[in-house]
């Protein structure tokens, strides 16, 4: 199976930029595609996409998320961060079965 | 609108049985891939099935895989998991989503609210 490295915390500054990275045990990504997408969780809440194929941004997602990375090295980036942004972000890869996430990390503000 | 809504779940004792269910709206079913999620309390996701368009093809997790069934119901707009020998380890969010059809595979544009299932005797 493949491993997604994600650190468990992160704390930031309102208005500053949140960068969450995601490694993972060996490459997700294709020759047309890097299979890793983004998801964000509030407490209580299901996952939400927020960004597909390592830099897509998901519909009706605002355009301070974005997406970066390829072979086993992801990044989402968060910028400006906003106190609505308080969750828990999630990497996962679909480049092969079974389907992994990382454990998760956690946003909070300094 | 697209919206998935699970239902089905509930406190079950350890070997029994359960089947939790998702009705969807707002999006040709048919079209679609759907898969089932679980999430254990304070854990992080889990990728447990999916079924194709036509139920052709289903793929499993190993820790589920002769123990959970997956199916689904196109004119009924349905996507339904058997949960069979349940096991304490078994408690957790049970969410189902739509694997989303465009650039790409295996990502998920829109989950239901999820269905709690609880193992315990």
């Known amino acids: 199976d493949i491993v997604l490295t994600q650190s468990p915390a992160l704390a930031v500054s309102l208005g500053q930029r949140a960068t969450i990275s995601c490694r993972a045990s060996?490459?997700?990504?294709?020759?047309?595609?890097?299979?890793m997408h983004w998801y964000q969780q509030k407490p209580g809440q299901q996952p939400k996409l927020l960004i597909y194929?390592?830099?897509n941004l998901a519909s009706s997602i605002p355009a301070r998320f974005s997406g970066s990375g390829s072979g086993t090295d992801f990044t989402l980036t968060i910028n400006p961060v906003q106190a609505d942004d308080i969750a828990t972000y999630y990497c996962?890869?679909?480049?092969?079965?079974?389907?992994?996430f990382g454990s998760g990390t956690k946003l909070e503000i300094k | 609108e697209v919206q998935l809504v699970e239902s089905g779940g509930g406190l079950v004792q350890p070997g029994s049985s359960l089947k939790v269910s998702c009705v969807a709206s707002?999006?040709?079913?048919?079209?679609?891939?759907m898969h089932w999620f679980r999430q254990a309390p304070e854990n992080g996701i889990e990728w447990l099935a999916y079924?194709?368009?036509?139920?052709?093809?289903?793929h499993y997790a190993e820790t589920v895989k002769g123990r959970f069934t997956i199916s689904r119901d196109n004119a009924k707009n349905t996507v339904d998991m058997q949960l069979s020998s349940l096991r304490s380890e078994d408690t957790a969010m049970y969410f189902c989503?739509?694997?989303?059809?465009?650039?790409?595979?295996?990502?998920?544009?829109?989950w239901g609210q999820g269905v709690m299932v609880t193992v315990s005797s």
């Open positions: 989503a739509r694997e989303g059809n465009y650039g790409s595979w295996g990502y998920f544009d829109y």
């Open positions: 194929d390592a830099s």
């Open positions: 707002g999006f040709t079913f048919s079209s679609y891939v």
């Open positions: 996962q890869q679909s480049r092969e079965l079974p389907l992994t």
């Open positions: 079924i194709n368009t036509d139920s052709s093809s289903t």
């Open positions: 060996q490459s997700v990504s294709t020759s047309s595609y890097n299979l």
